[in-house]
């Protein structure tokens, strides 16, 4: 295996870290590494809110379903789809001027296809800071919960119109680096696909889902006294969870607030 793979197979995430700042040498290596991830046309439809201020952190960690580690992370890196920037450019740069004073082009609001052109950009970007901090012995951990709350993360991070959360990234030095236990995975057949999608059942679900159903098993961890599935204990724990409802509620606003601006 080469250096790369080695690092991917042994990433895991990180939610608790070193008290200890990034190194502006490591802080500046990962920001290099993101730059160089692809963005649709080069138009680098993202953009990052580095969150240095504590109370903010504070603030954010309570509003992404209080979780204290947000607070104490050293780095704490928001992903952001923004579209807004190529909104003033072309029309502060009078690109849209041009188009309507020479016929060319009508002006037309960013809509959803724009929105998922901007997500794809920031999570690939997010994901190359991930690996790039991981090779720096720098752990990370998504954070899916900024989907929560829009309105208030909102005004917390000064979105404007076409700006909204992609995702969440904290990151810190890990604490022992020899201690890596890796979170299992769902079987390789059951992801991979030749050319059409395959609908799984049950037999080749519960196939495809055992390595994480053991597991649960052997810690103890799955419901009905440890007696039930991983599709109860992912039911139960995340599928009909308030925090779900929360974020399906909260990204119908993030969408509206993008395309009814
Ligand atoms: C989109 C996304 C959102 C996540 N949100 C959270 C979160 O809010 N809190 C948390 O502790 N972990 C979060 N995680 C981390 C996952 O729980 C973790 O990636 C998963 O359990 C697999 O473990 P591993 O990353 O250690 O391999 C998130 C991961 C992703 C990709």
Request: with cysteine; aromatic share 10%.
């Amino acid at each position: 295996m080469n250096e790369t793979l080695n690092i991917l197979d042994k990433r895991r995430s990180v939610r608790s870290f070193l008290e200890k700042e990034i190194t502006p040498e490591d802080a500046k290596a990962i920001k290099i590494a993101t730059l160089r991830a692809p963005t649709a046309g080069n138009m680098t439809l993202y953009s990052v809110i580095e969150v240095t201020d504590q109370k903010e952190k504070e603030t954010l960690a309570t509003l992404c379903d209080d979780q204290p580690m947000i607070a104490k992370a050293p780095m704490v890196w928001i992903f952001l789809a923004d579209m807004q920037k190529w909104v003033n450019y072309f029309q502060e740069g009078g690109s849209k001027a041009k188009g309507e004073q020479k016929n060319l082009a009508a002006w037309r609001n960013p809509g959803l296809g724009d929105l998922h052109l901007c997500l794809q950009d920031a999570i690939i970007a997010a994901q190359t800071s991930v690996i790039a901090a991981e090779s720096l012995g720098i752990g990370s951990c998504y954070i899916g919960d900024i989907l929560e709350n829009f309105e208030q993360v909102k005004t917390v991070l000064n979105l404007s119109s076409y700006t909204i959360p992609a995702c969440m990234v904290v990151f810190g030095y890990k604490k022992n680096q020899q201690e890596i236990k890796l979170t299992p995975r769902c079987l390789e057949e059951s992801i991979f696909m030749e050319n059409q999608y395959q609908e799984l059942h049950l037999d080749q679900l519960e196939a495809a889902f055992s390595p994480l159903e053991k597991q649960r098993r052997a810690t103890n961890s799955l419901p009905f006294d440890n007696t039930g599935s991983i599709a109860d204990y992912y039911y139960f724990k995340k599928h009909t969870s308030d925090f779900m409802e929360e974020m399906n509620r909260s990204t119908a606003v993030m969408f509206d607030h993008w395309t009814k601006a």
